[in-house]
């Protein structure tokens, strides 16, 4: 019988929490992706995120308002910064 400090190893851990251990390896990709941070992408998502905000407040949804209206904020300040760096 050891007496030292006992380590836990992979085989204790549930197989539900092994899969998840390497799902990220799932998602990775070659495909070369487009740049979506330019200021036509800003300002389409600024307006989804506004359009979402206004439909969830007429449905008397205050708080999923707020969040989408934060979110149409974020896409703002995006715009308004690319608009001060050209």
Known sequence: MQNGPKTMTNTHR???ARR???RS???TS???RP???GPQN???SYERYLTLAQAQAQSGDVIGAEN???HAEHYFRS???DRETT
Request: net charge positive.
């Open 14 to 16: 549930p197989k539900s």
């Open 20 to 22: 998840l251990a390497n």
């Open 25 to 27: 390896k799932q998602w």
């Open 30 to 32: 070659n495909v070369a």
């Open 35 to 37: 740049d979506l941070r």
């Open 42 to 44: 800003a300002q389409r």
């Open 68 to 70: 989408y209206y934060q």
């Open 79 to 81: 715009m308004s910064s």
